[in-house]
């Protein structure tokens, strides 16, 4: 049922070939996986569910002893491992080529070695000494919550509580002690109010 057109012009357009459609389209699509007709409707590949979808794809596949990419044209369901087997049995597998491991942060192209590494005890990814630190390197599972932090606590969290000292002995050097609730009248209660509160 592939025809179509009407009386008048019996070669002008076609019909869907889809099931239950048979739409007549004056401007028919071709599916280059199974060759048949489709309206605008049914022309994506998913849409009519075509078998042959995947004739035109490509994927490339990275050899772990020589780090070369092997790209796949085709059917994506061949046996990758028979690919990767034949590579090495041809002879241009070299491990001599192997790639050395880069730092996975954007636009840092740091190679690692054991001497210049660090691994991150948050996401455990491997990063180099640059971007050690979890903000430098977008942690994904940096803590966001704020920590009850004591003066005794030895982390890298207490820095909040000595910067909140340090603006405490800072106040209390000029004259105005704002680290303690009970000071001084003057203080509390502005002796020149210029603005009123309602």
């Known amino acids: 049922m592939g025809g179509g057109g009407t009386e008048a012009f019996p070669d002008l357009g076609k019909h869907c070939q889809q099931q239950g459609c048979h739409q007549l389209d004056f401007l028919p699509f071709t599916c ?15 849409s009519h569910s075509c078998p042959n979808s995947d004739h035109n794809s ?33 002879g241009t597998c070299d491990p001599k080529n192997k790639k050395k ?11 690692l070695t054991f001497s210049n590494s660090s691994t991150c005890k948050t996401c ?5 000494l640059k971007h050690r630190f979890p903000a430098d390197h977008a942690c994904g599972k940096a803590v966001s919550a704020p920590v009850s932090v004591s ?8 820095g909040w509580w000595w910067n ?35």
């Not at 092997?70 to 041809?90: F, P």
């Not at 455990?124 to 180099?128: G, M, Q, S």
């Not at 003066?151 to 207490?158: C, E």
Request: net charge positive; with cysteine.
């Open 124 to 128: 455990h990814i491997k990063v180099c």
């Open 58 to 90: 490509r994927k490339v596949i990275v050899c772990e002893t020589c780090s070369m990419s092997i790209e796949i044209t085709g059917h994506v369901g061949q046996d990758e491992e028979a690919i990767l087997k034949k590579h090495q049995n041809s």
């Open 101 to 111: 491991p880069v730092c996975p942060v954007k636009r840092c192209k740091e190679v």
């Open 151 to 158: 003066p005794s606590t030895p982390s890298s969290a207490s």
């Open 32 to 46: 280059e996986g199974c060759k048949q007709v489709f309206c605008l409707e049914h022309r994506t590949y998913k």
């Open 164 to 198: 909140n000292k340090f603006l405490a002995a800072f106040a209390s050097r000029n004259g105005q002690d704002c680290a303690k609730s009970g000071g001084s009248s003057s203080a509390s209660t502005p002796s020149n109010p210029s603005v009123k509160a309602y």
